[in-house]
């Protein structure tokens, strides 16, 4: 439930700081006095548009903070801890903050910690049902009637299984079309695809040939230059004696004076043998060069048409030589995919047919769940509806079968809430038969009867009614007032209103005021005591002047003796 809220600095609000109890509080104040500014303030707190004139005058931001006391299993406590913030202490209220600078700029935190807007806005959708005058799109629109029904019947499991079915389902087909879309893509060029696939295989391009290739060109086509270096290396080496001779003849003059030189020539007689050893072996790396070089005709024409050949290829498909060999494979696969398509496609077509299969068998329960609910919802709205003198009005729940096409997340029918007021007249939609007025109990019976279901699961947030009595008077009003005092019995209600048999109900009053002097004006909210009341409803029964029929009027009614 809403605990307290704070307000700093916001409109015509300079410091406010009210406490709220279970069940029912009213909320009256003459017209523009700044009720709605309450409203504004909360649903600022609660993740709502924020606008930077909101800020009070000369103030550089405006605060607003609600408390919460929830049950230790509340859903709030679960989106906390998947946005990794820590939920209060055990006791302790969750506080929703909102921060408005007057630059526009906004600040959100959730129990002290700073979060996004949109999660406050989510924190607040599970705390607060916020229903204003003319809010009455939930009961307009046809596309929220199924997730009501649903609400009531307690069909939640039924509904995510069905949600979850219904996506598998889905992937199952997507994945099915892919396969048949590429099937049949691949037929189209298959002919193509196997006269380019054979010749890549036969061309077989390798990973980094071309450079290999490029390489090997060069040293072929500058063969004659490197012949003669290779010879003209040569020729220094066998110059004279050569360089092996003349190397072995040092080394035998040294050695044969060895004995007598105390082993002071062994390092150079060492060093000579050594470069003996590299001279050979550099004559014969030589000598293997040039025969390498002798056969290099046949080799650089056999390089330029690999060379060349491999170029065309990548010409043709457009790529470059080293991407070849990837699409050969492609090319390959393409192929391979098309010989085993069939076998593939047969398998993610019996995929998706078992999805489907499991998809109906979900559907099939939520909806079998729902034509049982309905029958039930529609009595317990109808019993609803005399108490608020609209006796002569029936309600149904209509459930009408969608085509295959159509079925979706939600299953295979569509809920549509339909009333009619004339006896004898066929129900119709809510939006072309219900007046003003008549939407307004309308809702508010349709809350009594998801507050009884929702109280069992306590799963019902604080429920907010913004002049829902607008329009009526008198005994509906009255009707009104008694069912929002019962809705409080299982939920806690706020109700802004004009109308004195409603606010009557209430267990808590507060009035809001605005006073104004010719440089500023200002809003304060007072929490009546008992004769403070009776003097409130006495002035909404009575207008300007108060009389002593209004306040004998207003008697009765506090002591419920009036209708």
């Not at 069940?23 to 409203?39: F, M």
């Not at 035998?252 to 082993?263: C, F, Q």
């Not at 329009?471 to 009104?480: D, F, Q, W």
């Not at 809003?523 to 002035?539: F, G």
Request: hydrophobic fraction near 50%; aromatic fraction near 4%.
């Amino acid at each position: 439930m809403l605990s307290t809220l704070s307000i700093r600095d916001f409109v015509l609000i300079d410091k406010l700081d009210l406490v709220f109890e279970d069940g029912l509080a009213a909320l009256t104040g003459e017209t523009g006095a700044g009720k709605s500014i309450l409203l504004d303030a909360l649903g600022l707190a609660l993740g709502g548009r924020a606008d930077a004139g909101a800020v009070r005058k000369g103030a550089t931001a405006a605060t607003i903070a609600a408390a919460f006391d929830l049950g230790a299993n509340h859903s709030a406590f679960a989106l906390l801890a998947e946005q990794g913030l820590e939920a209060p202490d055990d006791g302790a209220p969750l506080i929703l903050r909102r921060q408005l600078g007057a630059d526009g700029r906004s600040r959100a935190f959730a129990n002290d910690q700073a979060c996004s807007v949109g999660l406050l806005r989510q924190l607040g959708n599970l705390l607060v049902e916020i229903h204003g005058q003319f809010d009455t799109h939930g009961l307009f629109d046809a596309a929220t009637h199924r997730g009501l029904l649903d609400q009531w019947a307690g069909l939640a499991k039924e509904a995510a299984a069905t949600a979850t079915s219904f996506a598998a389902w889905h992937a199952a087909q997507e994945a099915l079309e892919a396969e048949q879309a590429k099937l049949e893509a691949a037929r189209r060029e298959e002919e193509y695809l196997r006269h380019a696939a054979r010749e890549l295989e036969e061309a077989d391009p390798k990973q980094g040939e071309e450079r290999e290739l490029s390489e090997r060109r060069a040293i072929l086509q500058a063969r004659e230059k490197l012949a003669d270096a290779l010879a003209e290396a040569k020729g220094e080496l066998e110059a004279h004696k050569g360089v092996d001779g003349a190397l072995r003849t040092a080394a035998r003059a040294l050695e044969r004076v060895a004995a007598h030189a105390g082993g002071k020539f062994d390092a150079a007689i060492a060093a000579l043998e050594q470069a003996l050893e590299q001279t050979v072996d550099a004559a014969a790396a030589i000598e293997d060069a040039g025969e390498a070089l002798s056969e290099g005709g046949a080799d650089l024409e056999k390089t330029d048409e690999r060379l060349h050949a491999l170029r065309a290829l990548a010409r043709k498909h457009r790529v470059d030589i080293d991407a070849l060999p990837a699409l050969r494979d492609d090319m390959v696969a393409k192929l391979a995919a098309l010989d085993a398509g069939e076998g593939n496609l047969k398998k993610l077509a019996q995929a998706e047919k078992a999805a489907k299969a499991a998809y109906l068998t979900a559907a099939k329960a939520l909806s079998s769940g729902r034509t049982a609910a309905a029958t039930k919802f529609e009595k317990a709205i109808s019993k609803e509806l005399p108490p608020l003198k609209l006796d002569k009005a029936r309600f149904r729940a209509r459930l009408e079968a969608l085509p295959e096409e159509s079925w979706s997340a939600g299953g295979l029918e569509r809920v549509a809430f339909e009333i009619a007021t004339l006896p004898g007249a066929e129900p119709g939609p809510l939006a072309k038969i219900a007046s003003g007025g008549e939407l307004s109990r309308l809702m508010l019976a349709l809350k009594v009867v998801l507050a009884q279901a929702g109280a069992k699961r306590g799963a019902m947030p604080a429920l907010i009614f913004d002049e829902v009595d607008s329009g009526i008077g008198g005994a509906a009003a009255a009707a009104v007032g008694e069912r929002l005092a019962r809705l409080a019995k299982n939920a806690q209600v706020l109700v802004v209103t004009h109308s004195p048999q409603v606010a009557a109900r209430a267990g808590v009053h507060l009035r809001v005021a605005k006073t104004a002097t010719a440089k500023s004006a200002a809003t304060s909210v007072t929490v009546l005591d008992k004769p403070a009341r009776r003097e409130e409803i006495a002035r909404m029964l009575a207008g300007a002047t108060v009389t002593d029929a209004a306040r004998a009027a207003a008697d009765a009614l506090l002591s419920g003796e009036a209708a």
